[in-house]
């Protein structure tokens, strides 16, 4: 499955990772795994609408993993590290008002994630892969 | 404790979801930070939130056990907000109370939130 998420775009954001988490309840996934597996899904979908200039969501289940791919173009990150810290946050006001960019994404991502990559976050976009054990 | 009695306890109004209020939450959480809500370790199945957004709705609908959003200090969603809380079969009320008393009075009277508290 692959959807186009749009930047800024905070009336449809989420959409992609309502739909994966629809077909992951569809095939039968035990549900600790469907909410890890949306959970990390819609952090990823929120910071390419929040950060980037737009992006992809890719998703794909296996009988023994679901593996998410958010890629996007846009500025990247700067400092790796910095934005690993819980509540380290560059959002600007607007998206902290609609409840998002309290700098706990990519730390909650982690957290319900098995694994994650942070492949490039370089000036021409950021690929995040994330595989979650079945 | 039965949707009804949180009704009941916030003196709230219903605004979807009027068939459901027989059923039972265990926990809740009250928050405007759904990034907040999203970190959570446990379920919470009552989200009270002074945010009045469609992100509100998405956010309880991708974590799949949230059944009902309160929202508090008598803010009114949009349209929008209901349509899309009606079609992920999760119930809304408004209470006139401020996210703080709301939250206190649902402890008070036996709800509580999760492991992570």
């Known amino acids: 499955m692959e959807f186009d998420v749009k930047a800024r775009d905070f009336s449809s954001a ?17 549900s600790d795994i469907v909410r890890r597996a949306s959970i990390a899904a819609y952090e990823a979908e929120m910071n390419i609408v929040i950060h980037s200039y737009g992006g992809k969501m890719h998703f794909e289940i296996y009988s023994d993993k679901i593996v998410i791919i958010a890629e996007d173009t846009g500025p990247g990150i700067k ?11 560059t959002a600007p006001k607007e998206v902290i008002e609609m409840g998002f960019g309290a700098g706990m994404g ?3 991502m982690k957290r319900n994630a098995d694994v994650m990559d942070i492949v490039n976050h370089d000036e021409n976009g950021t690929k995040i892969v994330m595989t979650i054990n079945i | ?18 068939e459901r209020l027989s059923e039972e939450v265990n926990t809740a959480c009250g ?33 799949g056990d949230i059944i009902c959003i309160v929202f508090v200090r008598g803010k ?7 349509e899309m809380a009606d079609s992920a079969s999760i119930v809304v009320m408004k209470t006139d109370y401020p996210l703080f008393i709301a939250c206190g009075l649902l402890y008070k009277n036996g709800l509580n939130c999760g492991s992570d508290s």
């Open chain 2, 31 to 63: 928050a405007d930070l759904m990034s907040d809500v999203l970190a959570s370790k446990d379920e919470k199945s009552l989200l009270l939130t002074g945010l009045t957004n469609v992100q509100v709705v998405r956010t309880a609908e991708v974590l």
């Open chain 2, 76 to 82: 009114e969603p949009g349209c929008e907000i209901l």
């Open chain 1, 14 to 30: 989420g959409e992609s990772s309502s739909a994966f988490r629809k077909t992951l309840l569809m095939l039968s996934v035990p």
């Open chain 1, 79 to 89: 400092d790796l590290e910095l934005a690993m810290t819980e509540g380290y946050s």
């Open chain 1, 106 to 108: 990519l730390p909650n």
């Open chain 2, 1 to 18: 404790m039965k949707l009804a009695e949180v009704r009941e306890i916030l003196k709230a109004e219903v605004l979807c979801g009027h």
